[in-house]
Structures are given as C-alpha cells and as structure tokens.
C-alpha cells in the first residue's frame, strides 16, 4: 500500500475551521520542540503561549514562562527609564533654548525701540536710508577709524594682561551724527 508521503501545501490561511483545529494540535507540539531545541542549543530563553480556536491556551517557555515574562517586562521598564530620563533632558534643553530665545527677542525689541528713539522716530533703515553719499561716506570713514581705535586699545590691553575681562569703551565723541544713536 503507497502513502501519498508528505505533501507540500500551500501556506494561506485554512477557511475550515475544524481542519485548522486539527492542524494546531497537530503542529503546535512540534513547534514547543524546535523551541526547546533552539533553547537548548543556542542558550536563549523562549516563551511561546497560544489560543487554540476554542480559547484553550497553549504555552511553552524555558526555564520557565513566568521567569522570561519577568525578564522581558525587566528590560522594556529599563529602555522606558532610560528614555523617559533623555526625554526629561532634551525637554529641559529645549525649555533653556526656548526662554533664551524669548530673552534675546525682547532684548531686541528694547534695541531697536531705544533705536527708534534716538533716530527721531525712524528705524535705522529708514535712516540710513535718508542720508545722501556724502553722509555716508563720511560715516563709513569715522566706522573705519573708530575699529582701528578699537583694535588698538584691544591690542594694548592685551599686552598688559592676557586673563583680565577689560571691557572696552568706545569714544563716540568725535563722531558727528545723532550722538544719542552713536551712545548704544
């Protein structure tokens, strides 16, 4: 008498329900086999649990399911604590950030306000814009000088001592122009 012998079947969904029942009682202890198997020679811990159709649970973990439930749950609450804890800091970072950027725009209002100002009324644009070649040309000289003089009283300061925080005064005096304007 021939067998058929194993056949290949295709792997889809069984649509009869009874015969994907039989299939799970047949198969699933061959699956906790090669469980064990991988288990033993590879040194890992597995747990697999199943439903059968009929809500019966199926489970199969080594050494045992509580203790590799244990550990999994162990390290997904580690890698939480750790990114909760990077979380907390990159939100810190960013609240730091946040105020500074805050403090730099209010900073830049309170400028160009007292700019404003000085300028009678005119933003600096509107300003610069007002002068004729002449003027500026004449203010592009006195900035010129006045680095040069910056540098120099830099370098000297430097000279004398390398470690002091010497904040360096800028004469405007002999700038001409909106002296109020050349004070900021």
Do not use: W
Request: hydrophobic share 30%.
């Amino acid at each position: 008498m021939a067998t058929a012998g194993r056949k290949k079947i295709e792997l889809k969904r069984i649509e009869n329900e009874r015969q994907r029942g039989v299939a799970l009682s047949k198969r699933h202890s061959g699956l906790f086999k090669k469980a064990a198997e991988l288990a033993t020679l590879c040194g890992v811990q597995i747990v697999i649990i199943l439903h059968t159709i009929g809500g019966k649970p199926l489970s199969f973990g080594t050494p045992t399911i509580q203790y590799v439930i244990d550990k999994f749950n162990n390290a997904n609450q580690y890698v939480q604590t750790l990114v909760n804890f990077q979380l907390q800091k990159l939100n810190s970072e960013f609240d730091d950030v946040n105020e500074k950027s805050i403090n730099e725009r209010k900073r830049g209002q309170v400028i160009e306000e007292s700019l404003k100002v000085l300028l009678g009324g005119k933003t600096y644009e509107e300003y610069m814009g007002g002068l004729d070649i002449h003027e500026l040309r004449q203010l592009k000289r006195k900035r010129e000088q006045q680095k040069r003089n910056l540098e120099q009283k830099h370098n000297l300061n430097c000279g004398l001592s390398s470690s002091s925080n010497y904040e360096h005064e800028v004469d405007l005096s002999h700038i001409e122009g909106p002296k109020d304007y050349l004070k900021l």
